[in-house]
């Protein structure tokens, strides 16, 4: 049975640091696109994160607002996927979510082209 479980979450004041992990079963990490996605209170779940499979050059996407900040990367041994957060502001306070999904020609950060959902981890960015 696939499944994601996100973790690393948690309370961090404005400029620090987090990062999150999604772990992966049920899956062969490497054939699937892998995307970090976040949702504020009030609104739409916007994707901040693509990695793609290491057969499509292993390619990695960021929604502009946290590019130079976040970095995502992969671990195929440990089937797990990393999010790191610096410099973090107030406006990434939300839930965050990894979701897969193998039939993707390439990285994307549209949630509706995604089959498997994690249940999410919560940021807050606060002083």
């Known amino acids: 049975q696939l499944q994601l479980v996100e973790s690393g979450g948690g309370l961090v004041q404005p400029g620090g640091s987090l990062r999150l992990s999604c772990a992966v079963s049920g899956l062969t990490l490497d054939y699937y696109f892998i995307t970090w996605f976040r949702q504020a209170p009030g609104k739409e779940r916007e994707g901040v994160s693509c990695?793609?499979?290491?057969?499509?050059?292993?390619?990695?996407y960021y929604l502009d607002s946290v590019k130079g900040r976040f970095t995502i990367s992969k671990d195929n041994a440990k089937h797990t996927v990393y999010l790191q957060m610096n410099n973090l502001k107030p406006e990434d306070t939300a839930n965050y979510y990894c979701?897969?999904?193998?039939?993707?020609?390439?990285?994307?950060?549209?949630?509706?082209?995604?089959?498997?959902w994690g249940q999410g981890t919560q940021v807050t960015v606060s002083s």
């Open positions: 990695i793609g499979r290491s057969s499509s050059g292993g390619w990695t």
């Open positions: 979701a897969a999904d193998r039939n993707l020609g390439i990285c994307s950060l549209n949630r509706f082209v995604y089959h498997y």
